[in-house]
Structures are given as structure tokens and as C-alpha cells.
């Protein structure tokens, strides 16, 4: 179990690197390409996954260089909090900066790095790789499993 829930004590722009990344429940829900209405900025979420996901294990197959190798890879930083409403409405980071507690099954709370998928909110056998679908067909893939 983390160092008695830091979470709940340290402020997301003071917590360390192992703090900021212990955050991550693994679901890889941002790693899903997403398409946003110019005019009304809502954001819909589609099942085509990055590339270099390893779906099994729902991390970045090449973490240290994902920025490199994918320029618009999203680099979660704790200077763009205000900007982390795309997120889903699990997700760690945007629930701990609009000061809402944890789910249950957060890796952090269950002690298992499994609960994410155990509760069916990973992506793990959602998704179908980039590399399959041509960038203009996003749209045919949007799904409504992710709030």
C-alpha cells in the first residue's frame, strides 16, 4: 500500500515523480485517440488505441521516448491541471484537481494493480490499434464507455 494515502495530504503540484506517477490507475483510457467538436470543444472518446500501447498490460510499450516517437503523445503535468477536463471522469489526476476522493479499485486503495481491469474500467480487449485504422475513420470507432 502507498505511504498512507499521500493522496489525500500532499497537493497534487507538491507530490514527487513517484508520487505523480503512482497516480496512474493503468486503465490507458488517455491512451485513446480522441476527437473534439471545433465548435462546441466537447471531446468523444473512440476505441482506437496508440500503437505502442501494450493492451494486455494497459502501459506505454516505450514510456521513457513515448514523446518522441508519438509528438502529440499526452504528457500529463501537474502545470496543466486546469486543462485535465478531457480526462476521464476516473481518472486520478483530474479527480484529485477538481478535489474528489478515489475509487475503491484504484490500484492505490486496492493494493492490486489489477482492480483497474478487474472493474472493467481499462481498456484491455476494448480497444483496436492506430495502426489499423486510417486517421479519417476515428469517427466510425467513437464509443460511450468512457465518461
Not at 503540484?13 to 488517455?30: F, H, I, N, V, Y
Request: proline fraction near 5%.
Amino acid at each position: 500500500m502507498a505511504e498512507s494515502r499521500f493522496w489525500e495530504t500532499v497537493p497534487l503540484a507538491e507530490m514527487s515523480q513517484p508520487q505523480w506517477e503512482s497516480l496512474c490507475d493503468g486503465c490507458a483510457r488517455c491512451c485513446l485517440h480522441k476527437l473534439e467538436d471545433a465548435d462546441s470543444g466537447e471531446v468523444f472518446y473512440t476505441g482506437v488505441r496508440c500503437r505502442y500501447l501494450d493492451e494486455q498490460g494497459c502501459r506505454c510499450s516505450d514510456y521513457e521516448r513515448r514523446s518522441q516517437i508519438v509528438p502529440n503523445c499526452v504528457h500529463l503535468r501537474v502545470e496543466d491541471l486546469t486543462e485535465y477536463h478531457w480526462l476521464p471522469g476516473t481518472c486520478a489526476y483530474r479527480l484529485l484537481a477538481e478535489g474528489k476522493p478515489l475509487f475503491d479499485w484504484h490500484p492505490l486503495l486496492s493494493g492490486s494493480p489489477d482492480s483497474v481491469h478487474e472493474a472493467g474500467i481499462s481498456i484491455r480487449g476494448r480497444a483496436i490499434s492506430d495502426e489499423f485504422v486510417h486517421p479519417d475513420g476515428y469517427d466510425e470507432h467513437i464509443v460511450h464507455w468512457v465518461d
